[in-house]
């Protein structure tokens, strides 16, 4: 296994912690996490500050093992694989968890859920017919939109709320939702031949 796909499984890895810090009760063994105060206008739970610097780790890993792969030329069939699945179980897996603590929408990891399926379909219908299916620009737009909300969401929308805006990260991932949807538009129509043709 080469070290682009070896950091690829570290992001896995970081993932699965991330989202078990999360959701464990951790209170319950006796694990206490310090509340901290900026400046008296709000509170933050420092359990979530953490969660946002393995969140920030993991992502900076799945451009990291882009570089090395494209640099060194060791893009390989399943580290293509293993990065899908990596940036799957990140970012959805972190979406859902805020949507039931109740800090985002829950239509918010339906749609990115529900686009994720639909493009990953169109790739698996397009590959087997010896289609290339290219990342689109929106979709790489789309990406970065996501985790910067999603970073700016683990850390109470600061340094904006320090000034009363406290809904920038719920903007950005919305504003990644609807570019999620035009991406998943942009993929079927470079490749409804394959699925218009397909048996």
């Known amino acids: ?20 810090l999360m959701i464990f009760p ?16 709000f509170i933050m739970d ?18 990291i093992d882009g570089y090395l792969a494209r640099k060194y030329n060791l893009v390989t069939d399943m580290g293509k694989v293993m990065d899908a699945i990596a940036d799957k179980i990140l970012v959805n897996g972190v979406l859902i968890i805020f949507a ?16 994720d399926i639909a493009v990953d379909s ?16 929106t979709g790489k737009l789309k990406t970065a939109f996501m985790m910067s909300g999603l970073t700016i969401l683990f850390f109470y929308n600061l340094p904006f709320s320090l000034f009363g805006i406290n809904k920038v990260a719920e903007v950005l991932i919305m504003i990644a939702c609807i570019l999620s949807v035009i991406s998943g538009v942009e993929y ?8 218009i043709n397909s048996k």
Do not use: H, Q
């Open 26 to 41: 951790v209170e319950k063994v006796g694990i206490v996490f310090p509340e901290i105060s900026i400046e008296g206008k």
């Open 46 to 63: 420092s359990k979530y500050l953490i969660c946002g610097v393995i969140f920030m780790i993991a992502s900076l890993t799945d451009f």
């Open 100 to 115: 039931v603590i109740g800090w985002i929408s829950v239509i918010v990891p339906l749609i990115i859920v529900c686009r």
């Open 122 to 137: 169109i790739k698996m219908v397009a590959g087997s017919k010896n289609g290339a299916v290219a990342a689109s620009k």
């Open 1 to 20: 296994m080469n070290v682009p796909n070896k950091i690829t499984l570290c992001r896995i890895a970081l993932s699965i912690i991330l989202m078990i």
């Open 188 to 195: 079927y129509n470079k490749n409804k031949k394959y699925i």
